[in-house]
């Protein structure tokens, strides 16, 4: 009895490991494939699909990239999986990151370079209860100012050194989770949030005082693009080694205007564009990931110089207050101006060349926002 | 929490089976109905108190001094234990094709308990291997077991966006390295090591009376070691083994949040904690099933127990083992 027991336990076991081994098969698949003519590349995200990215993931699923000749595979990123250090490690050929951070680990001797500025303006806000009354960033000094860190928290304490307040004692830094739960319980006076992101958390929850959903007349909202310590954000870097090969060179081009593409699209298309962020596997519901789309176009369009140009004047405001900002530890985020090639405009000048000639529109001169109602928890 | 009921399983198994012995032959499935009951009971006396406290407590928390003391008891924290079961059979996004949460948390379940196993079958073997050598060669253990001891100081968080990087350069041969198998490197990680410090343990034990025998009958170090060393070594691999598969499960939940594997149960926490402001049913149901996992791995290694103790047959370890196997 005991072995009779014994033995199909074994072979239940068994059969396990080798459901096991033929499901990891099956994930072993996916990384392979593509047709033999088109260059595999790996383009590194910044996080979790949403649409923040729906740009690229629209390239990919529309089959923008394959139209130039790209299987391009992309890869989510977390907390410990920086863009900019997996792209300095090799682990990605291309990489979406914050210019900021970008340039903090240029100075510590990793070799990339920004080869297409995608997002024109920041999106960055640091929410409030308006009962704070936190109407300037003068008016955190003393309070509780919560912030992610790993290098997002720049234009926060950029706008707090100049307005006087040392963030490393004029104010209580607490760090910030994945939501908005500690401003909404009080533990946090100032909460830092995206505008795609976080702060539509805030609007798709109940307010308990009205049994509705918070409203944004609820809140006092520092937008650093208004106050005028706005950084750089989502950009496309290259390996700066690699821009020397021809190859490499003429890739760049290729995945910048089919990035592009797929950032027209979703202006055009921001509801179709919602339902590939989804269908790429994001949790974020059908209406949260719509707000974050018409978000993100907001920051994008218009771009008066063609979208991926990177404005000089704003790169020279980031590498300024990047300069300045001290940050928890009293150092500064850069201690002298990015050397080498920081950034070309080169190959975004070419693709957007190629582009409007196919007659694509790459300025979004008309571009409107569509009105978004949030449902309940973003669903 | 989610290994605390067989501990109790195993160790008082003796004196249990020894009075059931004098019972009826048809007790034995009343036992075990007492014992599902129980669970049940256990469960159900959780979900009460969790509502009782939701009834009583502070919505907003207690504070002592400004240090908060009592959790709070509102629906974002706490939320009601049918709303969480509610919320399983939700749709997950409201589009079409789009899973229940209860279907994306079993997915979950499924591919996490597929990496946690082969990271814990993978740190069984290292870890056995490892045990092994350093019982063969003093000289081994002397040199390796500080390193071993010292691997696991190494904090999993530092760990694993090296272990993701590295990873993204290997090839093993035609086979590209996978991003889940640096979660599986992460879980076997933490997984040989409570196998290893125990087995060598466990193959030191025999005392020096049944060592002698041994001698006296000229066995060579193998015939000592597959007759005397690997049989008393048992005792003290099994609860190796438990804490192995706690690390295993562990392990990969973190390694999948820390290096963005998309598919498992760590990463369905992230992605559902994003939402937990207005919604954080689902945020408990990613952690119930991390829980369950976790029971499902408690339940592998009692299945690893019976195997291997069968063979033995109760009572029969060999001399030294017993007196040795308590301290």
Not at chain 1, 15 to 31: I, P, Q, R
Not at chain 2, 216 to 236: D, I
Not at chain 2, 261 to 269: E, N, S, V
């Amino acid at each position: 009895m005991k072995r009779r027991l014994a033995g199909g336990l074994a072979a239940v076991l068994a059969g396990t490991l080798v459901l096991a081994a033929c499901g990891d098969d099956d994930t072993t698949g996916e990384g392979g494939g593509g047709a033999a003519a088109l260059t595999p590349v790996k383009l590194q995200l910044q996080w979790a699909y949403q649409a923040q990215f729906a740009g690229y993931i629209a390239a990919r699923d529309k089959g923008f990239f394959e139209e130039e000749g790209l299987d391009v595979e992309l890869l989510e990123a977390a907390v410990d999986t920086p863009p900019h250090q997996v792209l300095a490690d090799g682990g990605a050929d291309f990489a979406i990151a914050w210019v900021p951070k970008a340039l903090q680990i240029r100075e510590s001797g990793a070799e990339i370079t920004n080869i297409a500025q995608i997002f024109q303006r920041s999106g960055t806000l640091q929410v409030s209860f308006k009962d704070k009354g936190i109407n300037a960033p003068a008016d955190l000094a003393g309070k509780k100012v919560g912030n992610w860190g790993f290098g997002n928290e720049y234009e926060l304490f950029a706008a707090m050194t100049e307005a006087g307040i040392d963030p490393s004692s004029g104010v209580t830094l607490v760090q910030q989770d994945f939501n908005m739960n500690a401003l909404l319980s009080g533990d946090i006076d100032a909460a830092q949030a995206m505008s795609y992101n976080e702060y539509a958390q805030v609007l798709e929850a109940e307010n308990p005082a009205t049994g509705e959903l918070y409203k944004p007349e609820d809140f006092t909202v520092l937008d650093w693009d208004e106050v005028g310590t706005a950084m750089l954000q989502d950009s496309i870097w290259a390996d700066t080694e690699k821009l020397e090969d021809p190859a490499y060179q003429d890739t760049a081009t290729k995945i910048i205007k089919a990035s592009i593409k797929g950032w027209v699209y979703c202006r055009d298309n921001p509801e179709e564009c919602r339902d590939l962020v989804v269908a790429a596997g994001s949790k974020l519901g059908a209406s949260h990931q719509l707000w974050q789309m018409n978000e993100v176009n907001q920051l994008i369009w218009p771009s008066p110089d063609g979208i991926g140009t990177l404005d000089e004047a704003a790169w020279k405001q980031t590498v300024e207050i990047a300069k300045a900002t001290k940050n928890a530890d009293g150092d500064t985020v850069l201690t002298k101006d990015p050397e080498g090639l920081a950034y070309t405009t080169d190959y975004v000048t070419k693709a957007l060349e190629e582009l409007r000639g196919e007659g694509v529109d790459v300025t979004g001169t008309n571009y409107k926002p569509i009105t978004v109602t949030l449902e309940p928890g973003g669903v | 929490m989610t290994t605390a009921s067989p501990p109790t399983a195993s160790p008082p198994a003796e004196p249990r089976t020894r009075v059931s012995r004098s019972r009826p032959p048809g007790w034995r499935g009343g036992e075990r109905l007492r014992r599902g009951l129980l669970a049940v009971t256990a469960v159900l006396v959780l979900c009460a108190l969790w509502e009782l406290y939701k009834a009583i407590g502070p919505a907003t928390g207690g504070r002592l001094l400004g240090v908060p003391v009592l959790p709070r008891a509102n629906d974002i924290a706490m939320p009601h234990t049918w709303a969480i079961l509610d919320e399983l059979g939700k749709q997950e996004v409201r589009t079409a094709g789009s899973d229940t949460v209860g279907a994306s948390v079993l997915k979950a379940m499924w591919f996490t308990i597929k990496i946690s196993l082969v990271g814990l079958v993978t740190g069984i073997v290292v870890g056995v291997l490892l045990a092994v050598a350093m019982a063969r060669l003093k000289i081994v253990e002397r040199g390796l077991l500080p390193y071993v001891v010292i691997s696991q100081t190494v904090p999993l968080i530092a760990l694993a966006p090296l272990v993701a990087g590295w990873g993204g350069k290997l090839h093993l041969g035609g086979l590209e390295w996978q991003r889940w198998m640096s979660v599986s490197l992460i879980a076997a990680y933490l997984a040989f090591f409570p196998v290893a410090v125990g087995m060598l343990r466990g193959l030191q034990s025999p005392g020096a009376n049944a060592l002698e025998l041994m001698r006296s009958y000229a066995a060579s170090w193998w015939q000592t070691f597959l007759r005397l060393r690997l049989p008393t070594s048992v005792p003290f691999l099994l609860p190796a083994l438990r804490l192995a598969a706690a690390s295993a499960v562990i392990g990969a939940i973190v390694a999948e949040i820390s290096t963005g594997t998309r598919g498992g149960i760590g990463r369905l926490i992230v992605d559902y904690s994003q939402s937990a402001s207005s919604n954080s049913s689902r945020l408990y149901d990613a952690v119930l099933g991390a829980a369950v996992v976790g029971l499902i791995f408690a339940g592998l290694v009692s299945l690893l127990e019976v195997a291997l103790t069968w063979r033995r047959g109760r009572g029969a370890a060999p001399g030294g083992t017993t007196q040795k196997a308590g301290s």
